[in-house]
C-alpha cells in the first residue's frame, strides 16, 4: 500500500514540474505578452539594466541581481534570464541560491549555455553536494569538444578531486566549536582577518564598516574601506572593538595581516605599489605611523599576507613576485646581525604550489605553519593548511639551524587540510591560532552571522576522545563472581604545541612604576642572543614566546637599571606551558643586588660552565659602561652538606666569577667576592625547588 | 542469577560425588557399633539431611577413635554446613591415620579455599596430585588457583591434565579458554570454549565468553549471536546482556544497545559498568545530558570508577563545561586511566 502511494506521489510531482517546464522557453519579446505590455516594458528595462552591470562583472554581479529579480518575477521561465540570475549569485554572498536558477535554466533549455553544467557543477559543490557536483562536471567535460577539453580538462579536473576530496573531508569532520564572536565584534558589515596575538588578550581584525577613516566606500564595489579594529580580552570578555584611526588607518584600505607573539608590532595591508605590507608598532599608549618594510620584501608586485615568527627577526609572507611556484607563493626572510631583512627565501615546493598560496601565519611555537591554497589537497576554492618545520635529528656543526622554520637543517611536514567544517568549498583564508592551540580565529559568511563574513572563535577539541565501555565475563566455571575484563585504552595523541608562553610586568622595585625595559632571549648553550623585545612603556607588559628545546638565559635590561636575569631550559619535548612572572627592575644604587640566574657551574666544582659566558660578558659590559661601578660577588648554596664545605665552595665559585672579569679587563680593585655558604637562604631548603632557588651567584653594588 | 544458583548447584554435585566414601561393610565378631551409625550417617548425608548425619558420625568416631572414613565424611558434612575450620580439623584427622588418602587432601583444599586461604588450598591439590596423579578435579581447582594468581600458563598445564584424565571435561575446557585469552591468545581460548559449548550446550556462561573473545577478536557480528544464544539458555542472565550491549556499540545501533542495558538495569539495579555503558550509547547518539545522567548514577554507585569519569568528562566538554570535563579527567586520572591524564594536560 505504502509503495503505491509513493508511486503516486512520485506521478503527481513528476507530473507538475513536467508541466512547469514543459513549457518550452519563453522569449522576451512583445509578441509573447500581448496583454501586458506596460509590465513587459518594465520588465525589458530591467533586464537590459541587468545586461550592462552583468558584462562588468566583478562586484557588478551582485547589483545585476535587483534588475535581474524583477525581470524574473515578469517572467520566470526565459532559460537565460535564469542562468545569468544564476551565474550572478554565484558571485555574489548567496552562491547557493545559484543553484535553483541554474537547474531551471538547464531544465527550460539542455542548451542555455554551454558552460551552465559546469556552473551548476561548482553551485553544487559550493553547497557541499559533491556527488552532484561530480555528476555535473562530467556532464560538462563529455560536452566539450576537444579543442575545449584540452584547454579545460585540467581545470575540470581539479574540479571533480576536489570534491573527492570534500566527500572525504566531510565525512570525518575536525572536532570544534564554532562561536560566533558577538555584537562587540560583529556587525552588519563583513569582518575578516582576525589576528590574535600568543596569548589572546588582543584581537584585531579588518571590517569595512560605515565608521572607516574618511567614511569613503570602494568605488569597484561599493563597500565601505578596509579599516583595522582592536578588541581587548578583559577578563575572559572581549570588549567593543575600536577604531584606532589615524595613523595606523588611512581613508583607503587598511588591512590586518600579521602580529606579534606580543600584540606589540601589527603588519599591514595597503594596496599601493600592487599591494605592499607595512609595520605598526604600539608605543606606550599610542600606534606609531605604519611603515613600509623595505623594498627587499615589498616588489612592484602583490605582498599580501605576512607573519612574524616568535624572535619577531623572522618574517613570512606573500607575493606573487616572478620565480615562484605559481600564483602567490609563500617567503621567509630574517634579520642579520644588523637588524636588515636578508634576501627572502621561497619556503619551497613542498609548501608553495602551482596555484595561489595566502594568509600566512606562523604559530609562536616557530614551526607550525598555518596558510591557505588553492592547491595542495583543497575541497574547493582557499582552504586552509598546516605544515611543521621539523629539524632533522643531527644538525650538522656550524649549519644554521631550523629555528623559526629555517631552511637548512630541516624539513616542512606535507602539508594537511585542517579539514571541515573549518575550510569550506568557497574561500578559507586568514586563520590565526592562540599559542595555547585550543582556539582559533576565523572568519566565515556562514548563516546565522549579522551580516557579511563575521568572525568566529574556535574551540579546537582535537581528535576524538573515545568513551570506554566495561565488561565482566564469567571467566572460571567454578567461580560464581565474574570477572572484569581488562581494558586497553585505545592511544589517543594529543599535540600539545611545544612551546612556553612567558609573560608579565616589568615595574621599577620601589615605586612599582611600569618600565619600558629589554628582554633579551639567549640561548645558552650557543652564547647567542636568540632575539630582544621591549615591554610595553605604558603598562610595563611584556610577552615572549619561548619554543621548547632551548636553553634560555633571559636579561631584563633598563636605563639605569641593574639587569635582571632570569634562566628557562625547556626540553624539546616540553608541551605547552604558560608562566606568568612579574619583574621588579633594581636602580643602580649601592646595597642593591640580583641573583645571576644564568651562571652555571660544574656539579660539586668552581668550574664555570660555557653556559656561563653571555651572563658573564653582560656583567662584564655593565663594568665596562659605569667605570666607577664597584661590586660584591658572592657564592650561596643549599644545605646539603656541611656549612665548612659549603662555605669554601661558594667562595671559590664567587671567585671564579672575579677571576673571569678580572681577565676580561675590570680592574681588580673594583671586585670583592664572598662565600656564603647557606647562611642568606633565599627559599626554602626542604623542597627541590627551594634548593635549586638557594644555589646562586649574586652581586651587589658596593659603590656607585 | 537463576543460572548462577545452577552452576552452583552442578559444583556442588560434582565436589559431593568425589568425597563420600563408599558405606563400610558391618562384618563379623564385634557387635560393629560404629560401622552401623557411619553407615546411617551417610544415608543422612545422601539426602542432605547434614544435621542428622553429623551426629551420627559424632555417634561413631566416640566408639571407634581411629575410624579414619567417619573423620572424613564428618569432614565433609562440616563443609556442607559451612564449618569449614571444622571440616580442615576432621580432614587432618583423615590424613593423620591415612596419609595417602588424596580426597582428604583435596577436600581440605576446599575448605582452605571456602575459607580464603588460596595458598594452602592449592598446596593440598599439589598433595591430593601427589597421592594420585589420576585425580581430574585437583588439577582443575589448582588450575583455578592459578588462574586467580593470574599465572595463566600453570593455569593452562592444569586445565590440561584435568582435560587428559577427563575428556569431556567441559569446566576445564572452558576455564583453560579463559587462561588462553588472558594470554591473549583468542584463537586458541575460542577452540576451548567452543568444545566446551558441545560437551555441554547448557551452559550460558560458555556461550557468553565465546561471545566475549569474538568481540576481542573484532568479530562484533559473531559476538551478538552467541550472547543472544547464552540469553536465550538463561534470559535473566545480565552480564550477557550488558557484554550484548557493548557489542551493538561497536555495531553501531546505539538504540538496540540501550535496549540491552536496559534490560542489564532491569536485572542488576546497581549494576555500574551498564550505567556507564548505556551512557556511552547515548553519548555516540549525542544524547549528551542522557548520557551526563547516566554517568552520574555510574559514578553515584561506584565512587571510584575511573573510566565513568573518563566518560563524564568527554561529555561534558560536549555540553560545553570545560572546567567540569577538566574536573573529571582529573579523577579519573587518578584512578589510574592513562588517557584521563592526557587529556587533563590541555586543561586550562
Redesign the interface.
Known sequence: MRSFISCFTFLLITGITTNLFSQTNVEFNKKNFPDKKDQYKDALKELEQGDELYILGGGNYTLALDHYLKAQDFNPVNALLNYKIGKCYLNSYDKVKSITYLENAIKIDPKVSIDAHYLLGQAYQLNIEFDKAIAEYKIFKNSLIPKDLAKYSKEIDKKLTESNTGIELVKKPTRV?IDNMGTNINTIYPEYSPIINADESVLFFTSRRENTTGGEKDPTDFKYYEDIYISYNLGGTWNSASNPGKPMNTDIHDATVGLSPDGQTLLIYRGDNGGDIYECKLKGKEWSKPEKLPKSINTDYHESGASFGPDGRTLYFVSDKPGGYGGHDIYMTKKNAKDKWTEPVNLGPVINTEYDEEGVFMHPDGKTLYFSSKGHKTMGGYDIFKSVYENLPTLPTGQAGGQAGGQAGGKWSEPENIGYPINTPDDDVFFSISA?G?HGYYSSAMAGGFGGQDIYLLTL??PE????????????????K??S?T?I??T?E?K?NQLTLLKGTIVDDITSVPLMATIELTDNSKNEIIASFESNSATGKYLVSLPSGVNYGIAVKAEGYLFHSENFDIPAST??NEITKDIRMKKIEVGNKIVLNNIFFDFDKATLRPESAAELDRLTKLLTDMPSLKIEISGHTDNVGSAAYNKTLSESRAKSVVDYLVKNGIDKSRLTYAGYGFDQPIASNSTDEGRQQNRRTEFKVTSK | MKKALLLLVLLLFVVISSRAQDTVVAKGVDDQKAEKLYNEGIKFYDNKEYSSALAKFNEAITLKPEFEKAYYNRGSVKYELKDYSGAIADFDKSIEENASNDKAFFSRGQAKYALGNKTAALEDYTKAIAANAYYPQAYYYRGGIYFENAEYQKAINDFTKAINLKSDYAYAYNDRGSAKKMLENYKGALEDYVTAAKLDTRLAFVFNNIGSVKKKMEDYKGALEDYTTALKIDPDYYIAFNNRGTVKIELEDYAGAIEDFNQTIKLKSDYAYAYNNRGNAKYKLKDYSGALADYNQSIKLNANYGYAYLNRGITKEMLRDAKGACEDWKKAATLGVGNAETYSKSCQ
Not at chain 1, 576522545?465 to 560464581?480: C, F, M, W
Request: glycine share 6%.
Open positions: 566549536f595555547s585550543l577539541l582535537g576522545k573515545p568513551v570506554i565501555s566495561n565488561n565482566e565475563d564469567n571467566l572460571l566455571a567454578s567461580l560464581t565474574p570477572v575484563e581494558v585504552e585505545p589517543v594529543i600539545s608541551g605547552f
